[in-house]
């Protein structure tokens, strides 16, 4: 399967990107940009230099990944959400060398508008919902919701809300897959299968 790229997109040279990727309209990504097999970047999204992108991601419309961040594989970007680089910026003052590393991790769903403040990692099939505003790391499995986002339970790799409460421990069972999900101390993991 090859890379197909709509003609009003700008791809640069040296940009590398995995097989049956998609790009769509007016979209652009940076030559020094990695991205991953089977991916969708939608339309009028760009993708900056110093960006790794793992496989099977869907960038929604009007998404910006900036330099300095890292989409592990199977994440969806909801439409217009919105990483950031520099916590601090000064349109005056040049801040290239204090860019905040961010990275989403396998399987983690950022929803539409919400925004990424840098220097965050958001773990493995975390939630954040529409128009949250994440300033600090997210657990793994953690919904997140709120200006700023605060933590309101616990989601299944399948994104399914778990009968679990956001703080304190249990057990519960993915209404969808079945899957056993335990917590404990504040870590939400799912049970092996016997």
Same mark, same amino acid.
């Given at each position: 399967?090859?890379?197909?790229? $709509?003609?009003?997109?700008? !791809? ?6 995995? @097989?049956?990727?998609? &790009?769509?309209?007016?979209?652009? &990504? *940076?030559?020094? @940009?990695?991205?991953?097999?089977? *991916? ?8 900056? +230099? ?5 496989? +099977?991601?869907?960038?929604?419309? +009007? ?36 860019? =905040?590393?961010?990275?989403? =991790? ?19 099939? /975390?939630? !954040?919902?529409?128009?949250? !505003? &994440?300033?600090?790391? &997210?657990?793994?499995? @953690? ?5 700023? @986002? ?16 956001? =703080?304190?421990?249990?057990?519960? =069972?993915?209404? $969808? ?10 870590? *939400? /993991? ?5």
């Amino acid at each position: 399967m090859d890379v197909t790229a $709509h003609p009003s997109a700008i !791809v640069d040279d040296g940009a590398a990107i995995g @097989a049956g990727t998609r &790009v769509w309209h007016f979209s652009h &990504v *940076c030559g020094g @940009a990695r991205i991953g097999r089977r *991916c969708s970047l939608g339309q009028n999204v760009y993708i900056g +230099n110093d960006v790794v992108i793992g496989d +099977n991601v869907k960038i929604q419309n +009007n998404v910006s990944v900036y330099d300095a961040v890292t989409i592990e594989d199977d994440v969806f970007c909801g439409p217009s959400m919105v990483f950031t680089n520099v916590y601090n910026p000064r349109s005056a003052i040049a801040r290239k060398d204090e860019y =905040r590393p961010t990275l989403v =991790r396998r399987g983690a769903t950022i929803g539409a508008n919400a925004t990424v403040v840098c220097g965050v990692t958001i773990g493995m099939h /975390a939630f !954040v919902a529409a128009g949250a !505003v &994440v300033n600090r790391d &997210v657990p793994d499995f @953690a919904l997140m919701a709120g200006v700023p @986002a605060r933590q309101i339970g616990w989601i299944s790799r399948h994104g399914e809300r778990l009968d679990l409460p956001a =703080r304190g421990e249990g057990r519960a =069972r993915c209404p $969808h897959s079945g899957d056993t999900y335990a917590v404990r101390d504040g870590v *939400c /993991a799912l049970i092996p299968a016997p």
